[in-house]
């Protein structure tokens, strides 16, 4: 028995029960973008809205038109709910309201903008007609779903990010990003690696990569799920002007904001969709 603090004394020695040796080392970034790339490549579709613009400058007449974008979303939910970056289809949340420097006179703008029709363009190319369900014009983020009763919903298979873990990021942390390329290259899945920058505190937390294309989803070093991108607008100096820097919205936010998002009910195409309440 009395060998036995011997053989303890040699195992710490040793650094047998050395906590740093106990723990589970980090996956190697690019071990875990692999993973999540496998499981959830499906999850980045492309929106492509028809959005009805109408903006006015001071005393200026007032502007009409439309116009055709496509943009990354997110998918959230296995039923198919999406989330955008709002600004991506809705335009008037970056701009109305705003003032901006005209001629050398600072002017008020007046925007307003409705999607008129919306399609998810899925990973096999195939396409759905889809609804505004819910904008949350504070964080920049809106919501679509499925139109109700699509046929082309019927059997489409809709791949959600796993929300159930979510981690905090902090400065230089490492970060998996799940994105597509552009038409002209297929909209084929794409996968980054990319670390935080800066991490913001005010007006509210933000963090800061360099990577910037909006609705795309952020993913810890453990593969938990860490933000999605959007952009973050401001005023561009005594000038005038608009500031739009692309920022992560962290897990946390953009979690709440899905929850209120699950409750809202597709609509009808013609029927305007629910905004979060200041």
Do not use: W
């Amino acid at each position: 028995m009395r060998s036995l603090p011997l053989a303890l004394a040699a195992l710490l020695a040793f650094g047998s029960f050395s906590p740093a040796l106990a723990a589970d080392p980090a996956p190697k970034i690019e071990v875990t973008a692999r993973r999540l790339f496998k499981a959830h490549a499906d999850s980045v579709i492309t929106v492509r809205a028809t959005v009805a613009l109408t903006m006015a400058a001071g005393d200026s007449p007032t502007q009409s038109r439309d116009q055709t974008v496509e943009e990354f979303g997110t998918v959230v939910t296995a039923d198919g709910l999406v989330v955008v970056a709002a600004s991506s289809i809705d335009p008037a949340t970056a701009a109305d309201g705003r003032t901006v420097n005209v001629r050398g006179n600072q002017v008020k703008l007046s925007v307003t903008s409705e999607v008129k029709e919306a399609r998810f363009i899925m990973p096999d190319g195939s396409e759905i007609p889809a609804v505004v369900v819910f904008k949350d014009r504070d964080l920049n983020l809106a919501y679509l779903r499925p139109e109700p009763g699509a046929e082309e919903a019927k059997d489409a298979k809709f791949v959600p990010i796993v929300l159930a873990e979510t981690q905090k990021l902090g400065v230089l942390d490492e970060v998996v990003v799940l994105s597509r390329l552009d038409k002209a290259m297929g909209r084929t899945a794409s996968v980054e690696c990319d670390y935080v920058r800066a991490v913001l505190e005010k007006p509210r937390a933000y963090y800061s990569i360099h990577l910037t294309t909006t609705g795309l989803p952020v993913f810890g070093n453990a593969g938990n799920f860490a933000g999605l991108i959007t952009t973050r607008f401001g005023s561009a100096g005594d000038n005038g002007g608009i500031s739009m820097s692309p920022v992560v919205l962290p897990a946390a936010e953009v979690v709440k904001s899905i929850e209120q998002a699950k409750a809202k009910p597709a609509l009808p195409p013609t029927a305007k969709p629910v905004e979060a309440k200041k």
